[in-house]
């Protein structure tokens, strides 16, 4: 349990920590689309750690993932999840982030760059989760999360953020008529460091041109 706790304590300061250090850096006025148009193909390579519960206990865990996206609003991730007493999975599963378009299209933003990069980074995952176990077990993998911009240049490079979210993954053998004789469901809560890549594409070339009659 202490170790447990210490984990608590070191994730819940990086997370005050990088609010303040977003919230300083990310206070300027937005459009609602902040670029999507104009690199709308987004490559997210991911690192950092996390911990799983075993029995109650917090076993602790390394992750990396990669997240290709279209106009950050759908898209394909992979991730793979190494811990010493929870074991290895590598998860390949689906990525969706409906409150962008249903927020924009509705005209519900803040128009405050952090809070709308921050409510339209909420997604939700589901997919096929392949443990690296010897035994080729395959169990299906559920997650939700969200990002904190820390730096966010409008280049090629689309920032540096932080990423909080939590894995379901459930291998229990239920299309068998016995009682599975461990438990083979594992939670984890994670937090990785995000460097986003975007790239040009012409998701804009739909909208015709606009003028201003005068």
């Not at 459009?31 to 799983?52: C, E, I, P, S």
């Not at 990002?147 to 299309?175: C, E, K, M």
């Not at 068998?176 to 998701?203: A, C, H, I, M």
């Amino acid at each position: 349990m202490a170790r447990g706790a210490r984990l608590g304590v070191i994730v819940g300061s990086v997370l005050i920590l990088a609010t303040f250090s977003a919230s300083a850096s990310a206070q300027r006025g937005g459009d609602g689309l902040y670029g999507r148009w104009d690199r709308g193909l987004t490559l997210a390579l991911g690192a950092g750690g996390g911990a799983t519960w075993l029995d109650g206990k917090a076993d602790p865990n390394v992750l990396g993932e990669a997240r290709f996206l279209v106009a950050d609003t759908a898209g394909v991730v992979l991730s793979g999840r190494w811990g010493p007493d929870s074991g290895q999975h590598l998860f390949l599963g689906v990525d969706l982030r409906p409150l962008f378009p249903a927020l924009f299209f509705l005209y519900k933003q803040t128009w405050n760059e952090f809070a709308d990069l921050l409510l339209q980074s909420i997604f939700f995952e589901i997919g096929p989760a392949f443990l690296l176990d010897g035994d080729r077990s395959v169990g299906l993998g559920v997650g939700f999360g969200f990002a904190l911009p820390l730096y966010r240049p409008l280049t090629t490079v689309r920032g540096l953020w932080l990423r909080i979210a939590t894995r379901y993954v459930n291998t229990d053998p239920s299309y068998r008529n016995t009682q599975p004789t461990e438990d083979r469901t594992q939670w984890t809560l994670y937090g990785t460091f995000v460097l986003r890549l975007g790239f040009k594409s012409k998701l804009g070339s739909w909208d015709p041109p606009r003028y201003r009659h005068r």
